[in-house]
């Protein structure tokens, strides 16, 4: 596994390995994230104990800044998460092109950084200059802080879940971005599908960042409820708008949401898709992260 680790410099957060991209043989239960001063194995599967210490030591050994290996048992109930080699870290400050972000282990199944994103963020962070800015599904509010960073007038965080909103304030507070002049950082904790005028009271807006989960029992199916964000685009969003649509189920292509937007909001015009971070290599095209960007131009 370390042999396919090309990465040299180990400053920002980062994926090391993508075996979940099927392009490595017999590896494909298998992600390495480097989250200074941690190295996190995730395992999809179970292992042989002794291949796993041989893989941490040799990453340990890859990365001097590390003090601790850890590993995530995905395929266990809660996801628990143990220390291999070092110290029992639970809480660390990591960066990502000069922003910081806190990442916790062992205490839910995803940390509070989606790795796969960093050319989305900074994609945002160069297109914000004075824009108001919506971000659907903010989860921990990476989007915002771009946002903010990148000069937008205002950020607006939408999630149901108020815990990720909380942990969102404090990466603001962490980088002193809310406190920056004129700038307005906005959290509500309330149903995106449910909250339409909640949503539109901060309006228009300028850019939407759309960054669903694919299912989360009770609250969202993707396949089914992605039409109904896009055709309320026309009520939230200004005139020239950008709008980065993104989609992380491994079943369905950059061609469904092309399609879901044609059908749900024809003013919107596809503009490009980014290129995923060289670490998420994958196997099959369309089954890895999908991060698309339309502009909204009303006739």
Sequence with gaps: MIEHITSTDFTDAQRLFHGRGHAYPKLNHVNVDWLSPVILITLYQAVDSEWLI??????????KECSSVQVQHRYEKFAPTEVLIGDAIAHTIVSEQGLNYHIEFGKAQNSGLFLDMRNGRSWLRAHSADKNVLNLFAYTCAFSLNAIAGGASKAVNIDLSKASLSKGRENHQLNEL??????????????????????????????????????????????????KIIRRIPQWMNPGAKLMLCLNSPDLDA????AEVARECPDCHFEQRLDNPDAFKEAHAGKGLKVLIFTYQPN
């Design 178 to 227: 809310a406190k920056k002049q004129g700038k307005q950082v906005v959290f509500e904790g309330v149903d995106i599908f449910k909250s339409n005028s909640r949503i539109k009271k901060y309006g228009p807006y300028d850019i939407l960042v759309c960054d669903p989960p694919s299912f989360q029992k009770g609250s969202v199916n993707i396949e089914r409820d992605y039409a």
């Design 255 to 258: 061609d469904f949401l092309k």
């Design 54 to 63: 041989e893989q941490a030591t040799a990453l340990k050994s890859l990365i």
